[in-house]
């Protein structure tokens, strides 16, 4: 019975301990990566620096964040202009 008491203190503990969030550190990644794009570097040289992901992941966030595609093309487009 001192188990099944155990138990259950465990049980209330865990539900009164706050939950750690997730942090999603990819959209900071994302502007860092769309700022050096804008700067001239390609996504290649990018990704071959230790400190970025590697380009398999950022061609899954392209194909996955509309948005993070257009600030590539858009940013992209304007760094060859200047």
Known sequence: MTITSQSADNDTEK????SLQ??????EIKD?????????????EICRDPAM???????????ADPRFFANIVSRTSCSRRT
């Open 15 to 18: 539900e009164n301990k706050p």
């Open 22 to 27: 997730q942090v999603d550190h990819a959209s």
């Open 32 to 44: 860092v990566i769309c700022d050096r794009v804008f700067a001239g570097e390609t996504l290649s």
């Open 53 to 63: 992901p590697g380009r398999a992941t950022v061609d899954r966030w392209l194909k």
